[in-house]
């Protein structure tokens, strides 16, 4: 299974964007899938994340009340809305996702099974 992030962009502090992250596979019904970003030289962060058979998000603080997920159930399309950004949600950000629920822990990167293309999301004052 392949991911493929998009929708990143250049926005000033107080924007929006709404990030995709798209499966090469239409049967592909994963367990969890998660957004996560990555700062230069920094590690890479959990932003948020969903259970996908029941739909429970769950979020950083960091973004708790500006960044919402949705997904398409048929499209196995996974989403990241972003409002109100800040020069600090600059980063490079990547869509996860996670095969079962056996070791899967939300906001690890390392209980993901499969990652896409990061998209930079870069946000001035």
């Known amino acids: 299974v392949q991911l493929q992030a998009s929708g990143g962009g250049s926005v000033q502090a107080g924007g929006s964007l709404r990030l995709s992250c798209t499966t090469s596979?239409?049967?592909?019904?994963?367990?969890?899938m998660g957004w996560f970003r990555q700062a230069p030289g920094k590690e890479r962060e959990f932003v948020g994340s969903?259970?996908?058979?029941?739909?429970?998000?769950y979020y950083a603080d960091s973004v708790k009340g500006r960044f919402t997920i949705s997904r398409d159930n048929a499209k196995t399309t996974f989403y990241l809305q972003m409002n109100n950004l800040k020069r600090e949600d600059t980063a490079v950000y990547y869509c996860?996702?996670?095969?079962?629920?056996?070791?899967?822990?939300?906001?690890?990167?390392?209980?993901?099974?499969?990652w896409g293309r990061g998209t930079q999301v870069t946000v001035s004052s």
């Open positions: 996860g996702a996670a095969d079962t629920g056996l070791n899967w822990i939300a906001a690890l990167p390392r209980t993901y099974d499969y």
């Open positions: 969903t259970r996908w058979s029941t739909g429970t998000t």
């Open positions: 596979s239409r049967t592909f019904r994963p367990y969890g």
